[in-house]
């Protein structure tokens, strides 16, 4: 484990990078796919399909790729284009097709389809070779390009408020010759620059005029009356569209309405210095927009606080408890004997500290166990993601990758239950291994249920088909079940933890406490801590998965996985220190309660983040803080359950330690 911890921090914010094991080289003229993905907002975070718009259709309708369950999941509908790309082959002002967008926007008349997705500011997603498209922006002085989020549909004028429609686009590719395949290439970048090009256009004989709104005719082939100079059949010379012929005095935007010419440019680059299997670098740092040091920051941050807090509990646990120790291991002398010393502190609940859980001892084992399963599925998924293995450029495998650990690891929360529910002496054992086996799955998929009922009505790709809800089923009853069965068998064989002490029969009576000991406070605490540790991180995973930006930084994000589970541990061992002083036994909910705190806390932040979308739907509110809440729900079992297992080693060394009458 320190060899592979030291090989990930060599490598620094990219980790291990494993771009494939096929890369496919084209000759010269070979046809190359140019597929389309489901079109994203970050007003609405509602994901569309593309073709739900009326965009260019290819000859016999659009084909989906064959997806696995993690794009499912994820909303991904990859499908064939219209689009024509041929390598090395480049193309001037190719017609695509007319499509008629529908009726022009007008008050009181409600807007159609394009209009409203140009001003819910929806974006396309298109992919050449497994490579998501880049954006190029351009203006008067500068040029632009962004590698995530795609490129948008259109643009609402500042002028006239009115939606403009993108139909025209620059296909900008560039490719690396194979240096041991002679005469062919590879991919290695894809950008995409869109124009608003108002073609003033005459269809030939065989259009239809009678277009209906939402049905485009592909490959129609039209006159162009007022053609920019890449359009000009008549100038001999081609040059491909530029800023300067789009934006040229004379010339408007595309509305997003009527019959509408799509056209588009495709450029081929050769480049020398860009390799197939590093094409990927630019995307998964997003071209240096977020630098490393920013992370570096982040883990400096969090460093000092556990250097802090670890100084805490050097200074206070480890003095007093050094000092509790002599006092209650040294021998009494007569005197001390004749005064009748009182004893006091902790030691007063040696025979109470160990006392199950006053309230519901069966629901302790079952949040202990599905925390256990969470935490392993989340280290070893950030362990596999720092490898490489886990890579954007391998659509859907991050989520089913943690959908497939957590289900095989089912063993692990049926065990940790088992255990812990025959150390607090419980009888109904198949109550208890069965609350695990549906508890936080079924709040899981009753959630995920009412989320894709709201992503249907939307007529979102969110919305997963029947068939993928038959596979999760399949999961979690045909797998999941039976394994969390087979690891709480092996857990109730096993004997109850044994504790340094003997438990009393009849309980303590628990003094008043004082205020900063009460469970507000305690929480509140708890919970910041750990949370100042990882928020850096925390924002950067939320815009990656709601802003639609990537996050390959996993070797930071274990060392920040790392100091959140250490400062959780060591503020609920803090607490549970004084909690015991107080004379108060009652740690087991106590010290689940302010480890879990983190997940409170994520929850209220984000509320914080949520002002950065722009939504402002009901159903994107539901999605959102659905999700949201679910996230947090299992990260408060999580670090729960690193506070009740630090606690536990801690009270059961502590408690071993002393002599006890």
Request: proline share 5%.
């Amino acid at each position: 484990m320190n060899a592979l911890l030291v090989a990930l921090l060599i490598q620094g914010a990219q980790g291990f990078y494993l771009p494939g094991v096929n890369p496919y080289s084209f000759t010269e003229g070979e046809t190359v796919k140019l597929k389309v993905n489901k079109m994203t907002s970050q007003k609405t975070l509602l994901p569309v399909d593309y073709y739900r718009l009326p965009f260019c259709q290819p000859e016999g309708g659009p084909k989906m790729d064959h997806e696995n369950l993690g794009e499912f999941l994820a909303g991904d509908r990859i499908e064939s284009s219209p689009y024509r790309l041929n390598m090395k082959v480049d193309m001037f002002c190719e017609q695509l097709c007319i499509s008629n967008l529908g009726r022009g926007e007008q008050k009181g008349v409600s807007p159609n389809k394009m209009v409203r997705a140009i001003r819910k500011n929806y974006h396309n997603n298109w992919i050449v070779d497994n490579i998501p498209a880049a954006s190029k922006v351009e203006d008067d002085t500068t040029v632009t390009t962004r590698y995530w989020q795609g490129f948008p549909v259109g643009f609402i004028a500042s002028d006239t408020k009115k939606a403009y429609v993108h139909n025209h686009v620059n296909i900008e590719v560039q490719y690396h010759s194979v240096e041991t395949e002679a005469d062919k290439a590879r991919v290695v970048r894809f950008t995409i620059e869109p124009f608003s090009i108002k073609h003033d256009f005459e269809a030939s004989a065989d259009d239809d005029d009678d277009l209906e709104e939402g049905t485009p005719k592909p490959y129609k082939i039209a006159d162009i009356q007022n053609p920019i100079e890449s359009c000009n059949p008549k100038i001999l010379s081609k040059e491909h569209t530029r800023y300067e012929m789009v934006y040229a005095r004379g010339r408007e935007p595309q509305p997003a309405s009527g019959r509408v010419l799509f056209t588009y440019d495709v450029t081929w680059t050769e480049n020398k210095l860009l390799h197939w299997a590093s094409r990927w670098d630019v995307y998964l740092s997003m071209d240096n927009a977020i630098p490393a040091k920013v992370h570096w920051l982040s883990i400096a941050n969090s460093v000092v606080i556990v250097v802090v807090l670890s100084a805490m509990i050097a200074a206070i646990l480890v003095r007093n408890l050094r000092r509790d120790f002599n006092r209650y291991n040294r021998l009494s002398t007569d005197e001390e004997k004749a005064e009748d010393m009182e004893e006091f502190g902790w030691k007063l609940v040696h025979a109470d500290v160990f006392r199950p859980p006053s309230f519901s001892p069966l629901l302790m084992a079952v949040c202990c166990g599905t925390g256990a399963q969470l935490l392993c599925m989340a280290i070893l998924t950030i362990l596999f993601s720092a490898m490489g293995f886990l890579s954007p450029s391998n659509r859907g495998a991050l989520i089913m990758a943690q959908l497939l650990l957590y289900v095989l690891l089912g063993s692990v929360a049926g065990y940790i239950t088992a255990r812990l529910y025959k150390t607090f002496k419980g009888k109904s054992w198949q109550k208890a291994t069965a609350c695990v086996a549906f508890g936080f799955p079924g709040i899981t998929f009753g959630l995920f249920l009412i989320m894709n009922i709201v992503a249907l009505s939307q007529g979102s790709s969110d919305a997963v088909p029947p068939l993928t809800m038959f596979v999760l089923l399949f999961l979690w009853f045909g797998i999941s079940t039976p394994l969390v069965f087979f690891g709480a068998y092996f857990g109730y064989k096993q004997e109850a933890i044994e504790f340094p002490v003997n438990t009393s029969s009849i309980p303590r009576q628990i003094p008043d406490q004082p205020w900063f000991m009460g469970l507000p406070f305690t929480l509140a605490v708890g919970g910041i801590l750990p949370f100042g540790a990882c928020f850096v991180e925390l924002y950067f995973i939320l815009a990656s998965v709601w802003m639609d930006q990537y996050y390959y930084v996993f070797a930071f994000l274990l060392l920040v996985f790392a100091i959140l589970v250490i400062t959780a541990a060591e503020i609920t061992i803090l607490f549970n220190y004084f909690q015991l002083c107080g004379e108060n036994y009652h740690w087991w909910w106590r010290s689940f309660s302010t480890g879990g705190s983190t997940g409170i806390y994520v929850f209220l932040y984000s509320f914080v983040y949520f002002k950065q979308l722009e939504a402002n739907s009901f159903a994107t509110y539901v999605l959102y803080f659905g999700y949201m809440g679910l996230a947090s729900l299992g990260l408060f079992l999580m670090t729960g359950f690193v506070g009740v297992m630090s606690c536990l080693i801690f009270n059961k060394t502590v408690f071993g330690s002393i002599k006890i009458d």
